[in-house]
């Protein structure tokens, strides 16, 4: 028994995917006889993907956004400048409170998803860790950071004193734990393995040269199955939120196209479950989806264009129809609907026609000839030897 400890941490963003994706190198990695805690920005969610593993999970840092946010964030540092980062004063508790948790925990190997500060705290404890994510909370390694991809930035000269204050944050804290200060902010990211998560279609810096990526990483038998109902029309599997923008035109449309309709929308409040409930040609479920039921049986996929589902979606050869709710969604959107690999709509724009949109997607010649080529393009990606790259990595680091 090796007993050595592999810590993953999720401190930004949102959305099941920074679980689901590390859910299969966990199980790797307890198999080989290590110990695997998770330091996690919402535990529920891990308690859902991972509660049935001998996993410790324990709550992560958080801040309260103050009021004076940035309206647009153009970049990763500009990202997390509001989440913390303004000043070293507001940046130390944190890493202060991730130093707590490290130290309290002595991982021996720390998989950071989306989380900065936590890498900040390896840098003072000189930690191993390891990046895991699928490129959008990993810039390439060039000073300025790079703009996201789509995103062009209208102040350079503020664009530029962000990240400055970004930098000046972290060196505050590194100074005050006698580290070694960064020249650039890009040297946060320098760190023993970086489990770059996708593919280049899919990368949100299209500027990253020389890039080894790795492949998605998903789980696909997470979550239950389910029984669709008895039309033999277009098999359609909805996983949408009710917060998001046009969310009743959305779900009316759907409805109304007579597919046979499985949805999947988390804390359905009364009325929607009502709505379900009168339709002939809608079933609602009340708990995730066995996602590879879902890959082997729905003809076509709603989604807010979480990373996972959307490759996995197109590995399989399925039509996406796309309703961004955030920024990395919005940018990956933005580049499939550039390749004509998926159908998109901006749920903001109250004319969006959701029912044409839906016959589109169902039915267009051009979109079921990409995704195909898609398809066969990375035929060869094979999750097994993806996950034994990722524990041969782990084991030589912490060897």
């Not at 980062?85 to 190997?109: H, M, R």
């Not at 390439?140 to 530029?160: C, G, H, R, T, Y």
């Not at 946060?188 to 492949?215: K, P």
């Not at 995704?371 to 990595?393: H, P, T």
Request: proline share 4%; net charge positive; glycine share 6%.
């Amino acid at each position: 028994m090796l007993n050595k400890h592999v810590v993953f941490t999720w401190e930004l963003g949102g959305g099941l995917g920074h679980i689901t994706s590390f859910s299969l190198l966990a199980k790797a990695l307890l198999d080989k006889g290590y110990q695997v805690s998770v330091i996690s920005k919402n535990v529920s969610l891990v308690a859902d993907v991972l509660g049935h593993l001998p996993i410790k999970v324990y709550q992560s840092p958080l801040i309260l956004q103050s009021t004076d946010n940035l309206k647009v964030t153009y970049s990763y540092a500009e990202i997390i400048f509001d989440w913390g980062y303004k000043s070293t004063a507001t940046l130390c508790p944190l890493v202060d409170t991730w130093k707590n948790l490290f130290e309290l925990l002595k991982p021996d190997l720390v998989i950071a998803d989306h989380s900065p500060t936590a890498l900040v705290a390896c840098k003072i404890l000189k930690l191993k860790n390891i990046i895991m994510g699928t490129g959008f909370s990993t810039p390439p390694q060039v000073a300025p950071l790079p703009s996201l991809e789509s995103m062009k930035v209208p102040d350079q000269k503020a664009f530029l004193q962000h990240e400055s204050q970004v930098l000046s944050s972290i060196n505050g804290v590194l100074t005050k734990y006698n580290t070694l200060s960064f020249e650039h902010l890009h040297q946060l990211f320098n760190v023993d393995d970086n489990f770059l998560c996708t593919f280049a279609e899919l990368d949100h810096y299209s500027t990253r040269n020389g890039a080894d990526y790795c492949g998605p990483c998903f789980d696909i038998d997470v979550g239950s199955s389910f029984v669709w109902g008895k039309s033999k029309s277009t098999k359609v599997f909805a996983y949408i939120k009710q917060n998001t923008p046009g969310f009743e035109l959305l779900l009316a449309a759907l409805i109304q196209s007579n597919n046979n309709l499985v949805l999947y929308i988390p804390q359905a409040n009364a009325k929607v479950i009502e709505i379900c409930k009168k339709s002939k040609n809608a079933v609602l479920l009340n708990k995730p989806a066995n996602m590879r039921q879902v890959l082997n049986e729905a003809d076509m996929i709603v989604s807010h264009a979480g990373h996972g589902v959307v490759s996995a979606a197109l590995l399989h050869g399925k039509r996406l129809l796309l309703v961004p709710s955030q920024l990395e969604q919005s940018i990956l959107v933005y580049l499939l609907a550039k390749r004509r690999l998926v159908t998109a709509v901006n749920p903001r724009n109250e004319k969006i026609n959701y029912a044409a949109a839906i016959q589109f997607t169902c039915t267009n010649a051009e979109l079921g000839k990409n995704i195909e080529m898609f398809k066969q393009k990375y035929a060869g990606f094979n999750s097994s030897d993806q996950l034994e790259n990722m524990v041969k990595s782990c084991e030589n680091i912490i060897s």
